[in-house]
């Protein structure tokens, strides 16, 4: 599986962006689509995560409220809507599939996309 991130950019603060992640290959249901941010010297942190199957998210505490996780089985494409934007919240930001389900462990997500980049602005 190959995953492509897109969507990244330059933003204010209050804004909002909407991030893709398109995989190639089959997705099953049981496995999971996340999205992971990493900031400069900082470890790569959990934002959320969709059951593929279900639908269903989890969301980290700095992701509840403001971002939104979907996805579309059709065009194998999950998607991060990002609202309410803070300076904090830059970073890289990038999808990766789980195959063991949805869970906030990085080590378990076997594909990563490349990774796409959102500035927010004070």
């Known amino acids: 599986v190959q995953l492509q991130a897109s969507g990244g950019g330059l933003v204010q603060a209050g804004g909002s962006l909407r991030l893709s992640c398109a995989a190639s290959?089959?997705?099953?249901?049981?496995?999971?689509m996340g999205w992971f941010r990493q900031s400069p010297g900082k470890e790569r942190e959990f934002v959320g995560v969709?059951?593929?199957?279900?639908?269903?998210?989890i969301y980290a505490d700095s992701a509840k409220g403001r971002f939104t996780i979907s996805r579309d089985k059709a065009k194998n494409t999950v998607f991060l809507q990002m609202n309410s934007l803070k300076p904090e919240d830059t970073a890289v930001y990038y999808c990766g599939l789980n195959p063991r389900g949805a869970n906030s462990y990085d080590r378990e997500y076997t594909f990563w996309g490349q990774g796409t980049l959102v500035t927010v602005s004070s």
């Open positions: 969709i059951r593929w199957g279900a639908g269903t998210t």
């Open positions: 290959g089959r997705i099953f249901s049981s496995h999971a």
